[in-house]
């Protein structure tokens, strides 16, 4: 019963050695982007989150403008 309890993790052993081999192989094949294009990617995604925070900002001002004339204008109307 022994020699079943002593074979079982060096089965598991050898599987698992495999394994990492074919991740590391797998690793070397990803072509991976260079420090130059993170920082452009970086910088795009910056510029496009100001940039459309300022128009959703602007497009606030310019519906809330429009809002208070008609509102102004109810009231002149209506009393």
Do not use: H
């Given at each position: 019963?022994?020699?079943i309890l002593t074979?079982?993790?060096a089965?598991e052993?050898k599987k698992k050695?495999?394994?990492?081999?074919?991740?590391?192989?797998?690793?070397?094949?990803?072509?991976?982007?260079?420090?130059?294009e993170?920082?452009l990617c970086?910088?795009v995604v910056?510029f496009?989150?100001?940039?459309f925070?300022l128009?959703?900002?602007?497009t606030d001002?310019a519906?809330?403008?429009?809002?208070?004339?008609i509102?102004l204008?109810?009231?002149?109307?209506?009393?």
């Amino acid at each position: 019963m022994t020699a079943i309890l002593t074979t079982a993790p060096a089965k598991e052993k050898k599987k698992k050695y495999p394994f990492f081999r074919e991740v590391q192989q797998e690793l070397s094949k990803v072509s991976w982007t260079t420090k130059e294009e993170i920082q452009l990617c970086t910088k795009v995604v910056v510029f496009s989150t100001f940039a459309f925070g300022l128009a959703i900002y602007l497009t606030d001002l310019a519906l809330r403008g429009v809002l208070n004339l008609i509102f102004l204008i109810g009231r002149g109307i209506g009393g």
